[in-house]
Each structure stands twice: as C-alpha cells, then as structure tokens.
C-alpha cells in the first residue's frame, strides 16, 4: 500500500470514528445546539406515547417536584386549555420518542439548568400563552436580556410566584435588587407590606409604553391612585405635569414624600434663588429657604393651584 491510500485510509478512520462517536454520544454530552437539532428531528417524527403522562410517571412519580404539577392549573385535565387535557406532559417537554427505552433520547427541559436557549424555551411557552397581554414581548427588557418564562414562572407548583400577590414582588426583586433596597427605605409605597405589587404599575411582558408601564404615560401611571393630582388646574406647575418622577422617585426615597432630593435643592434644580427675597428672617443665617418646609413655606399648592391668584403656587 503506497502513501497516498494510507493517507486515504488513515482518514477514513477518522471520519468513520468521528460519525460513529457522535451517534453514541449521550444526549446529555449534547451541546445546545446539537441538543436543538436532536429535538428538531424528533418533533419532526412526532414519536408521540399513546399512554401520555402514564409513561413519563412510570420513572419521575417518586419526584415531588414533578408532581406538584397536578397540583396547579398546568396538570387540570377537566380544562380543555390545560396541557394534561391534551398531549399531557409531552405537550410541553416534546414527543416521548425512546427516551424512557434507558434515556437515550433527550426531552425539553426548563429552567437554569437547561441548556436550550431562552428563545427555544420560551417558544413552547408562546404556543398556548400568546394572547393580547403577550403582544409587546419581543419588544421588550425582559425578552432583549434573555429572561427565560421559566426564570419567573413556576409550572410544577399549587401556585405560581409570579402570580400571587403575596410573592410576586419576591419574584421580581430578585433581579430588580435596586428597587428592592428603595422598596425598604423610609419613604415608599406599602410594597414591603404587600398592600402593592410590582405589576400594579408594570407590564413583565413588555407594553407599548416606557418602562413597561401598563399604563400609556408615567403620570397616568400615578394618576390611577393619586386622582386628586391630575388637574386640570388653572396655575399649572410644569414639571408636575410633564413627569412625576422628575420630582419623586416612585419606589421609595430616604427624603419625604419620596422625593429625589429635600428642598430647596430640590426646587433648585429648576429655580435659581438669585434675586429671590429668601432672606426674610432677620436672624443670621435663617431664611425662608432653611425653615420649615423650605420652599413649601410659602409655595404650599406644589402640584398647581386653582385661585385666581395663584400664579406663584402661593394659593
């Protein structure tokens, strides 16, 4: 044999050894994108069990965790919109195919620990969950930083998290860690108490407003409780009705009122004192900008004023 069929055969070796290695390689050996175009080809085969969940119960029932599904709305076979009413547990983690023949076919898999992309898992999400208040996903925070639905939902549950009033500002802070701290400073809204939650004001899958408010604007955001600051009036005071938060900080400040800054450098950040007859306290060193309310002393209606002679917030 010359050199040029060694060569030959020394290569067809290797490609031979390479093919047959990849076909026993154990599907949990998988990279992502080798596992993606294994599930692929097995939704393609549409291999689905005809006993349903009993299959997949015959191994993972001694697992509290997947039984807590039964539990919730996911695992109710009197819902038609349940997936245990249809393709049952293969409806979300994909045609059985011969993975229960020793494991050798992988299946859909959620959560931290899964190693499909967020986009691949949150599709089979979508596929029932893509109703009006999902409209504004794709375009937005959650979707753009690769939040998985997994990463706040919780499926295998009596109750979900993200859904409950008692628990979903936990959810939501356990990202939103800033938020969190000014939810417990001394000035802020009742959330620590759970008297308010994170989604009264946001929309976590995106809305067509900023900051994923539910509502169009920031200040109709606010207007749904503080009714009593929407006006009209007739001395408007601009930055009220431009923004709230140019003042305030809605989830919580150290100052009162949770505002941004104490006044006067608060209202110092618009009005220069130059000119400004502040200095009517005689006394060295006091002025109407130090005492009391500060600018509040004389300037009360901060939020607008309806008195004909309330140009000056005065009244």
């Known amino acids: 044999m010359n050199a040029y069929k060694q060569l030959l055969f020394a290569l067809s070796l290797v490609i031979y050894g390479c093919a047959f290695n990849a076909a026993s390689t154990p599907w949990e050996q998988l990279d992502s994108e080798q596992l993606e175009t294994t599930l692929i080809e097995k939704f393609a085969e549409g291999n689905y069990s005809p006993k349903g969940a009993d299959s997949c119960l015959m191994c993972h029932k ?13 695992g109710n076979v009197t819902n038609s919109n349940s997936p245990m009413a249809g393709l049952q547990c293969e409806a979300c983690h994909g045609p059985l195919g011969n993975h229960n023949r020793g494991g050798k076919e992988p299946m859909i898999q959620f959560g931290q620990d899964s190693k499909l992309s967020t986009q691949t898992q949150n599709t089979v999400c979508q596929g029932c969950h893509n109703d009006a208040k999902q409209m504004a996903w794709h375009n937005s925070t959650h979707n753009l930083e690769d939040i998985a639905c997994a990463d706040c939902h919780v499926v295998h549950a009596a109750t979900d ?32 108490w759970d008297q308010m939650t994170c989604i009264d004001c946001h ?3 995106g809305s067509m407003s900023e900051s994923a408010l539910n509502k169009p604007s920031i200040n109709d955001t606010c207007y749904s409780c503080h009714a009593e600051k929407r006006g009209p009036v007739l001395w408007e005071h601009a930055p009220v009705t431009e923004n709230c938060v140019t003042c305030h900080n809605p989830h919580g ?19 220069a004192d130059d000119g400004h007859a502040s200095r009517v306290v005689q006394q060295p060193g006091v002025d109407a900008f130090g005492g009391g309310k500060s600018c509040l ?4 209606q901060i939020h607008g004023s309806n008195h004909p002679a309330g140009s000056t917030l005065q009244r």
């Open 253 to 271: 400040s150290v100052n009162e009122s949770m505002l941004t800054h104490r006044a006067p450098q608060l209202c110092q950040q618009c009005h």
């Open 297 to 300: 002393n004389c300037h009360s």
């Open 62 to 74: 001694k697992n509290d965790k997947v039984m807590d599904i039964f539990k919730g709305v996911h």
């Open 203 to 205: 929309s976590p899958h």
């Open 161 to 192: 998290p993200a859904l409950e009033k008692l628990t979903v500002n936990d959810t939501c802070t356990n990202c939103h860690t800033r938020e969190k701290a000014d939810m417990n400073k001394r000035s802020s809204h009742p959330m620590k």
